[in-house]
């Protein structure tokens, strides 16, 4: 047995501490896919096993060639200065580190990773297990040393950068149990303040697409009546929602909307259990997280959550009738309920008629209870008359007048990022860049046609997250794009081959499909050959988890 001197261990310590700070910034693209792949270990693990980026390769290529100029280095010096020569060596390993930090951290980032206190001890707790591995590995290295092969000093820690990705794994994991406390006392607070509030009006919405639309447009409506209050953004998780509730929910509210997004069985559940919702709003059902539900079944039972929630006397729930799915949950419904179609098959609680849908947005008539109301919005495509059939139907029950409605949708404005269109320099962009399902890539395709005579320019990356079915639904999103679209940028060679082959088996030509590697790459592309008149449609911008660089 090998004793070390203190000051070898103090050094050793050191050295450790140094390096685990160095990972820190490494394993930022690691935190960060954790982040917003929703802290879900299952989609962690499949970016890890299923990334076509250079990420992973630039980690190795950190760790080989450092590890190569450390041996070169100890090799042919340590005989004139052992000690010294080995510091020298560490110090390039570091400025190896250093300059992949640089290149790394400081890359441009769609969504940056939000410090909050959660990802805070996360990284505590990582910065702890990376001393821990240094200062093991650092250790090995030294008993290699007096067991006579002295040039693998240090060689190992060149190693630990490679280590990361699992590294944040474990640390995630061992933080879980404390984080589940930490977020079911939130739950528990959010629970009592509306436990608090009897005459509370609480409206869950939940849908595979739709779901931010109908809200906001619902919001509008009831506003003509009610204090309202609902979920920002795409708040649709338990922590979103408990975080509204417990500091923006106050005594003058009458009315809370809820989004609730879902990708396994038990989500809608989970939220429902303490939000315990009055009324329900299925907005419309796909195949969008196919990959997480498995099935379709699935996704349909997930949505059936929200109504098996309901109870009480005024409970009811409002489907969109226009998907065919959601409509079998309507017929499966045991409360009170509704449903509305744009195409009135004689049951629609709320009709509409004479639509007129161009590129400066729709118009269309409301009827209800033999009343009648003229409608204008700005709002994009014939889909959304779907959205403002709903909501003026669950609107319209909770006693909120046709006119009133009507007045509300002329004031609706586009939901950031959903058929958003912006003007500028005589050139229209629709950004449709949230996400995309199949019904939604429709409906954009279809605002796109609205503008005759223009030029159409599609840019996406395609759908993600339908398991089986996507490599099929992109082939066929190729095609429909093949039908309106006059130029096509793809981005991502690995993730849109199947749009690529669907562009050419719907006639499109192979001189008018570019292909690149970032959405930045796009705008460049888009910059030196756009003219004045031209429509650019984004549809769909995945987040850096998904990212082929």
Sequence with gaps: MVNLKPDVHIIAI????????????????????????????????????NTHGRFFSRLFMLCF?????????????????????????????????????????????KTPLVFTNRIKRLITLYFILAVALTYGLILLSFYLHFLGVGFLRYLFICFTPIATPILVLVAFIIMLPIENLNNKNYVVRA????????????????????????????????????????????????????????????????????????????DIKYICDFVKPDIGIITGIGNQHLESFRNEENIMNTKYELIEALSGENCFAAFNGDSSLAMELYNRCPVGKLYTKVEDDGGSFITCSNIEASEDGIRFDLEASGEKASCRTQLLGRHNVSNILLSAAVAYKMGVSLQEIAFATGKLKPVPHRLEMIKSGGITIIDDAFNASR??????????????????????????????????????????????????????????????????????????????????EAKAHLSAFINEGDVILFENDLPDSYSEQ
């Design 65 to 109: 060639m450092s590890a190569s100029a450390l041996l070169v280095i100890n090799i042919l010096f340590t005989a004139f200065a052992e000690e010294f020569i080995s510091y020298i060596s560490l110090l390039v390993y570091f400025i190896y580190l250093v300059a992949f930090i640089k290149n790394e951290f400081f890359r441009k980032k």
């Design 14 to 49: 050191l050295i450790s501490i140094f390096n685990a700070i160095l990972l820190c910034f490494v394993s930022y693209r690691s935190m960060q896919t954790l982040q917003l792949r929703g802290y879900k270990t299952e989609k962690y693990m499949h970016w890890l096993k």
């Design 439 to 520: 019904e939604g890539t429709a409906a954009a395709l279809e605002a796109l046609s609205l503008f005759e005579g223009r030029r159409k320019i599609m840019v996406t990356p395609g759908m993600v997250e339908l398991g089986q079915a996507q490599e099929e639904e992109n082939f066929n999103f190729g095609k429909n794009i093949a039908r309106v679209c006059d130029y096509c940028i793809l981005v991502g060679q690995n993730q849109t081959r199947p749009i690529y082959d669907g562009l050419l088996e719907g006639g499109f030509a192979e001189d008018k499909i570019k292909v690149v590697s970032s959405i930045d």
């Design 191 to 266: 629970k009592h303040k509306l436990s608090k509030r009897p005459n509370l009006i609480k409206v869950g919405i939940t849908g595979s697409y739709g779901k931010t639309s109908v809200k906001n447009i619902l919001e509008a409506m009831l506003s003509e009546k009610y204090e309202v209050l609902s979920t920002p953004a795409s708040y649709n998780t338990p922590m979103g929602l408990t975080k509204t509730i417990l500091k923006q929910l106050n005594r003058s509210h009458q009315v809370f909307i809820a989004e609730m997004g879902a990708t396994y069985r038990g």
